[in-house]
T-cell receptor, first 114, second 115 residues
Framework: KNQVEQSPQSLIILEGKNCTLQ??????????LRWYKQDTGRGPVSLTI?????NTKSNGRYTATLDADTKQSSLHITASQLSDSASYIC?????????????FGRGTSLIVHP | DVKVTQSSRYLVKRTGEKVFLECVQD?????MFWYRQDPGLGLRLIYF???????EKGDIPEGYSVSREKKERFSLILESASTNQTSMYLC??????????????FGEGSRLTVL
């Protein structure tokens, strides 16, 4: 069964500090991995996409890594800001019949305190 | 920008009522999805549709039905609402074919409370 596990479940940090969120998956066949950010009361929005051949990808202060051998990904947030407070969801997509089938992690809730 | 619009942000219904949640997307996406999101459980797929008048069950379809009469509109129906259907409901859409990267575009969500 395809599964995506995220850790930690929740995280509290001070503004300006760095943090790293983890994602382990067992999805086959693997097509890509996305990190979504979901602000409170809003829908998730895609931050990054990682394909099999990519190890690292940055989007501003967000850097995602992927180790396809160990089936692990991380999302590193640098110099955190209050606006980074959100839920971060790891989504791994396989394919079925030419379409992407996403498997969702349960998310990491990040709170950034001033 | 892709816009996915859900008709109601907040709804309060009574047990046994029929509930309609509407979702419209403006980017001609073929795929549309309905998820529910509960604390600690993440997003769970209720139903999805790859084409007009086409639907497939997701992981938790019991108690729900859907309708897709037009490409841009995907409706979720609770025939007889129950308290355990109190949740946040998220609609999403995506492309298909060579332009498909698997990215889901979500609406703002509809928070349903069933009393």
């Amino acid at each position: 069964k395809n599964q995506v596990e995220q850790s930690p479940q929740s995280l509290i940090i001070l503004e300006g500090k760095n943090c790293t969120l983890q994602c382990n998956y067992t999805v086959s066949p693997f097509s890509n991995l996305r990190w979504y950010k979901q602000d409170t009361g809003r829908g998730p929005v895609s931050l990054t996409i990682m394909t099999f051949s990519e190890n690292t990808k940055s989007n501003g202060r967000y850097t995602a890594t992927l180790d396809a051998d160990t089936k692990q990904s991380s999302l590193h947030i640098t110099a955190s800001q209050l606006s980074d407070s959100a839920s971060y969801i790891c989504v791994v997509s396989g394919t079925r019949g030419g379409s992407y089938i996403p498997t969702f992690g349960r998310g990491t809730s990040l709170i950034v305190h001033p | 920008d892709v816009k996915v619009t859900q008709s109601s942000r907040y709804l309060v219904k009574r047990t046994g009522e029929k509930v309609f949640l509407e979702c419209v997307q403006d980017m001609d996406h073929e795929n549309m999805f309905w998820y529910r999101q509960d604390p600690g459980l993440g997003l769970r797929l209720i139903y999805f549709s790859y084409d007009v008048k086409m639907k497939e069950k997701g992981d938790i379809p019991e108690g729900y039905s859907v309708s897709r009469e037009k490409k841009e509109r995907f409706s979720l129906i609770l025939e007889s609402a129950s308290t355990n259907q109190t949740s946040m409901y998220l609609c999403a859409s995506s492309l298909t074919g060579i332009l498909d990267t698997g990215e889901l575009f979500f609406g703002e969500g509809s928070r349903l409370t069933v009393l």
